[in-house]
């Protein structure tokens, strides 16, 4: 079984995607996603920001809760606008009407690179609650740095042997650090030599190797396309 983590709407669909395909597969999001305070004012901040400024989107969710709750923002064309992946720039692009770059390597250290003459510029990241905190520590040494809660991250509570069936036939997909903690509450110890792991950056492999998992593939990107394609090369290998 194939347990994937990721918070909804991609976390459905690529479950969806991996059911249709004949893979078994299970959607367990660890967080549930609701609106941030920072939708509120977040008009007044991108009206303050002059020509070449910076606005960075980390995830889909930044996206989808300015489409439920905001759709009439006015994005200013005259901003530099960046996400840290694909996904997240297409949709943002696509609701804004405005140019979004990213990083081939979809990640806050794949990203530093592309954010160039930032001496005297001001940056606006367009996160979760606790969101992409490495990211903003490396950019205020350069430039003033403005997080923005455009959604809050709230831990899903499930029954503690959630995961306690078949853990040697386990594949469990992690896209972020706080998602693997989670996961630590509900794992035994014989998950963390037998069940595979599936993490999406640098950062979430340190961590489950620090946390004594064995088992640990880590993966170049967390697009939901390209995870589809790992999960159906892995399973045709197993």
Not at 53 to 76: E, Y
Not at 150 to 156: G, T, V
Request: charged content about 15%.
């Amino acid at each position: 079984m194939i347990y994937i983590t990721r918070p909804s709407p991609e976390g459905d669909m690529l479950t969806q995607q991996l059911n249709q395909a004949n893979i078994p597969a299970t959607h367990l999001p660890f967080f549930k996603i609701s609106a941030g305070p920072g939708l509120n004012n977040l008009q007044q901040q991108l009206n303050q920001l002059a020509s070449s400024d910076i606005v960075i989107v980390v995830s889909p969710q930044v996206s989808h809760m300015i489409n439920q709750l905001q759709p009439k923002l006015n994005f200013p064309k005259h901003l530099r606008y960046f996400a840290i992946g694909r996904k997240s720039a297409e949709l943002f692009s696509q609701q804004s009407g405005v140019h979004v770059d990213y990083p081939n390597e979809e990640r806050s250290e794949g990203l530093l690179p592309l954010l160039t003459d930032l001496q005297g510029r001001s940056i606006i990241i367009l996160c979760g609650n606790n969101g992409r905190q490495l990211l903003s520590k490396k950019l205020i040494k350069k430039a003033q740095v403005t997080s923005v809660e455009c959604y809050l991250r709230q831990p899903i509570v499930y029954p503690t042997a959630i995961l306690a069936n078949d853990i040697e036939q386990q594949i469990i997909l992690v896209t972020s650090v706080d998602h693997l903690l989670q996961l630590d509450i509900y794992c035994q110890d014989k998950h963390k030599y037998e069940a595979q792991l599936i993490v999406t950056s640098p950062r979430i492999f340190e961590k489950a190797k620090q946390l004594n998992w064995h088992k640990v593939l880590p993966i170049v990107s967390a697009n939901n396309q390209f995870l589809f394609k790992t999960m159906i090369t892995l399973c045709h290998n197993a």
